[in-house]
């Protein structure tokens, strides 16, 4: 057995990725019960953040990793960020998406998902994009 499939059945690598401003760190404080400091700022998270948390027998690491727009890195914040991505190869990426800009948002989503990175999409702020009158096809996304 590989030192990767034998990690994999008890130790899962998670990242949260996403722009700027989405919720990322929120998520973090969420999962990990860590308080990573929450701003709506840019540059607020300016390299990665872990945590911790067991579910199941699993031990979960969660990245919080500085906001990204695409992989084409232009800032100190996004290089750590698309580093981390593409060449540790996490586990699982948390693509946390502002459902009030979604076509802003899903740019990133569309590289991860072609760099082959194991994608699940966490929709955030719907309350503020109803509010907007914005609705999503969440079966359609």
Request: aromatic content about 8%; charged content about 25%; overall charge positive.
């Amino acid at each position: 057995m590989s030192g990767r499939q034998g990690r994999a059945k008890r130790v899962l690598r998670v990242a949260l990725a996403g722009n700027a401003n989405v919720g990322k760190s929120a998520l973090f404080n969420q999962l990990t019960g860590l308080n990573q400091r929450v701003g709506n700022w840019p540059g607020k998270t300016v390299e990665k953040a872990e945590g911790t948390l067991y579910y199941k027998g699993y031990r979960i690491e969660v990245l919080d990793l500085p906001g990204i727009y695409s992989l084409s890195a232009y800032s100190q914040e996004e290089l750590v960020a698309r580093e981390y991505i593409a060449v540790e190869r996490p586990d699982v990426v948390i693509d946390v998406v502002d459902a009030s800009a979604l076509e802003r948002n899903l740019y990133l989503t569309l590289q991860l998902l072609e760099l082959g990175a194991c994608v699940v999409v966490a929709l955030n702020q719907v309350d503020f994009a109803a509010k907007r009158g914005i609705r999503i096809d969440h079966k359609a996304l």
